[in-house]
């Protein structure tokens, strides 16, 4: 059992690259905390430096309150599944799924009732005596897996596991992993670039973007109250639709300038986002979820036009790329160029390109960035 706590962590390439920038984050005892974020910005230096494979440049790690920056790996007792893992190719599956707990000098007994139970839940007893060269990408990943969890350390790091498993073992094995994890209370940092891994495993979820938190909360958290446009965009399959646009104050009001409408923000939305005041007459980006955007049969002054792009027909539900006139200049005046728009609806719907389509917008819907792209609330 261990906390691990990261102060003003920062690592620094030769290259000038910072890999991590000053990062404050504690992962609870027991916890899983999915840290998720683009390719490249920095979730292996993270795992690689408390695994105490890279050395740290400034600040530091403590693992229950011990600062461990310059304690060596194997004295860390960390457990870590690598993006590019390595098996022993002269031994058989069952043989590597052993090791870790040969090296400890477990009794025999134990070792074979463990791995018989690992490989169980990984779905590996047909292949347990195949070596790693018979073995599909995916088939190896799991043994690799299999080998960190094998033995009881106090930390789990886990780099990308599951990247070279096929849509439903994905799912059905990052199922397993999150009801290992609850079942033996091993505090774990995941890494992915898949939002919607980190939504579905994390108990927290880190958004790192350029070697800098984003923000860090429950998955509902970062979905429904995002910390800037970063991660508005980031989270969510599709991401949230920003559309730059303007607050003005009217008639002792709030309204919204959304592309040719004037929308008047009403007094409940107001006391829900109190920084709204603040900024009137400013222009603001607007968040709206594709789900929360509706088609609406007839024009009126609470709808916006819309050109049909193209259709995505995800079976259960049908994505639609949709072209607006909604952008708006410094001087708040509309710019007639396009704000691209992705509508989520449920079901199977057929549209063809360049068809004109009436859009509405909910005000309840919206979420709100200043011009830093930070959230306004
Ligand atoms: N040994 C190194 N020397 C110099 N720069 C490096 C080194 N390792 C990583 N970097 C750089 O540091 C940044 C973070 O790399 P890192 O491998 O941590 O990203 P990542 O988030 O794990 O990306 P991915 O999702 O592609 O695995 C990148 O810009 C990368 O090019
Ligand atoms: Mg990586």
Known sequence: MAAIEFNNLTKRYDSGIHGIHRLNLKVGDGELMVLVGPSGCGKSTLLRMTAGLEEVSSGEIRIDDRVVNHIPPQQRNVAMVFQNYALYPHMTVRGNLAFPLRMQKQPAMLIEERVRRIAEILDLTPLLDRRPKALSGGQRQRVAMGRAIIRKADIFLMDEPLSNLDARLRVEIRGEIARLQRQLAITTLYVTHDQAEAMTLGQRVAVIDRGL?????????????????????????????????????????????????????????????????????????????????????????????????????????????????????????????????????????????????????????????????????
Do not use: K, W
């Open 213 to 377: 938190l984003q923000q860090v909360g429950s998955p509902q958290e970062i979905y429904e109250r995002p910390a800037n446009a970063f991660v508005a965009r980031f989270i969510g399959s599709p991401g949230m639709n920003l559309i730059q646009s303007s607050l003005y104050r009217e008639n002792g009001g709030i309204q919204l300038q959304l592309g040719p409408r004037r929308l008047p923000i009403p007094q409940r939305v107001l006391t829900d986002f109190p920084g709204l005041a603040t900024h009137s007459e400013e222009s603001v980006l607007v968040g709206i979820r594709p789900h929360a955007i509706h088609l609406s049969d007839t024009d009126s002054n609470e709808t916006l036009p819309a050109r049909v792009c193209t259709t995505e027909a995800m079976g259960h539900e049908t994505i639609v790329h949709l072209d607006t006139a909604l952008a708006i200049d410094n001087s708040h005046q509309a710019r007639g160029d396009q704000t691209h728009l992705l509508v989520q609806l449920t079901g199977h719907h057929n549209f063809s390109a360049g068809e004109q389509l009436a859009i509405r917008i909910g005000i309840d819907d919206l979420c709100f960035f200043d011009s830093d792209g930070e959230a306004i609330r």
